[in-house]
């Protein structure tokens, strides 16, 4: 799974983002943050995982045990149905 979260990063580039910071270019991060906030701003860390490419080819129950395993999501506000458990928010 580790090996799926670090490919999910990379799709959103978050190399990219990690070295914009690091070299406080102000103006690629803002380029690069732009490009992700209308993608990714009204959707939830569990979709993220779900619909990565790298978390796709792995099972349900791997997208499961990988949000459920004590994650932090930090400031990424999210909710969902979890199939027959009810309505969970992170």
Do not use: C
């Not at 992700?36 to 080819?57: K, Q």
């Amino acid at each position: 799974m580790a090996a799926a979260w670090a490919a999910a990063l990379g799709e959103v580039r978050f190399t990219k983002i990690q070295d914009a910071i690091r070299t406080r270019d102000v103006a690629s991060l803002k380029s690069l943050w732009n490009k992700l906030v209308p993608i990714w701003d009204d959707r939830t860390f569990y979709d993220f995982v779900a619909s990565s490419d790298a978390f796709s080819r792995l099972s349900f129950h791997h997208r499961e045990v990988f949000v459920h395993a004590g994650f932090g999501t930090g400031g990424w506000d999210s909710a969902r149905i979890v199939s027959g458990h009810g309505f969970y928010t992170y």
